[in-house]
């Protein structure tokens, strides 16, 4: 079994939507042209926020560009809940809360920076050749010795 993480599914799920969405205001069937029309909407604003959806739900699938996505999409929500509340579509309105309010768990869903390693030269002694090795998000370091490192597996003792 496969198990995926609340933040991953509502991540997901909000770039279902947003693709549906997107779709639906790209290709403005007759419903929605004449709710957009009764609303003084014009065509060419939602045909944009429909790319502009699209574009935020493939980055919402995406995980490492899911925070730009989250970005995109929460003033896309915003607008959205303003206009029905603006217009008395009340009963409207919850649904397009649940997903502005699904985008929060999303955010968990974004992966984290990673710690990459870093090689600097260090000289304990003039005898030894050592490098030591630092951590990006740590003041540690080890010190390795590089006579040990390099020696085959079959001469060492």
Do not use: C
Not at 11 to 29: I, K, Q
């Amino acid at each position: 079994m496969i198990a995926v993480s609340f933040p991953v599914i509502a991540a997901w799920a909000n770039a279902g939507v947003f693709a549906l969405a997107g779709f639906a205001n790209l290709t403005a069937f007759g419903k929605v042209r004449e709710i957009y029309a009764r609303w003084d909407i014009p065509a060419a604003f939602y045909r944009t926020l429909g790319i502009v959806e699209i574009i935020a739900a493939s980055m919402l699938a995406m995980p490492e560009h899911r925070a730009w996505g989250i970005a995109m999409a929460a003033p896309i929500m915003f607008g959205a809940i303003v206009i029905l509340l603006n217009h008395r579509h009340y009963l409207y309105a919850v649904p397009a809360a649940l997903v502005m309010a699904a985008l929060i768990p999303g955010t968990l869903a974004t992966p984290q920076p990673r710690s990459y390693l870093h090689y600097v030269p260090a000289q304990l002694s003039q005898a030894s050749s050592s490098i030591a090795i630092t951590g990006e998000f740590t003041n540690k370091f080890m010190i390795a010795n590089v006579r040990e490192i390099s020696t085959p597996l079959s001469s060492r003792d």
